[in-house]
């Protein structure tokens, strides 16, 4: 991933007010626009779920019988969590989302009502494998929504454009009701980022 020396608005915001990195003014506005965890109490999938900002405001926002599963490559920081991820209805899975042994792992604790996935390798600065890259692990998060998202479901997913991103947007409108590409506005203005979100799986 590319490292941006200087934290800006943003990063400091989200230090301030208890998340680890700034990518959590992501899921908020994405959450603000379409209203996916507003009376949620079912079951999530946070997929590259690391440092952690995600899971936090998924579990501070949901319900009391709300669950949160999380997966990713590194740990989770435990700078802010104040033991939300000891809890009962939290799972951390650490591994890679596409191996197969994860996958079987992830299932065991569907199905989920939210698949969401902010998962991103490394940036090489060659912009065709990155988003090449990024397309084959947004592909993977909709194979988890195909088989474990719940009717009615809603899916998040982070993809870098470029690429054959059309045909993943497709695949979505087939699979929801509805199906949308957003940038928020708390994405870095350099960022080729964009979020694709699917609601109302059918
Ligand atoms: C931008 S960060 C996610 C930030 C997170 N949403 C948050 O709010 O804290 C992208 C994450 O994707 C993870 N990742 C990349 N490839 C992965 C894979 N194949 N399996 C699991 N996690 C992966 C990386 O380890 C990294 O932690």
Redesign the pocket.
Known sequence: ?VQYSKPDFWSLKAHKEG??????Y??KEIDEKFGMFNHFCGKAL????????????ILRRMGASGSLTA????P??RQYDKGLFDGARFRFIQ?????TD?REAVLTSGPFNAV?C?????TTGNSSIDTLRSLA?AE?ALEYAETALAPGGSFVV?VFQGGDTASLLKRIRGLFLQGKSFKPEACRKESFETYYIGLGKK
């Open positions: 991933m998340y680890p990195a700034r990518s959590v992501k899921l946070d997929l590259g779920a690391a440092p952690g900002s995600w899971s936090l405001y997966v990713d490559l590194s989770l920081s591994g890679d989302m596409t191996a994860i969401l902010d998962a991103a390798q490394s692990l993977t982070k």
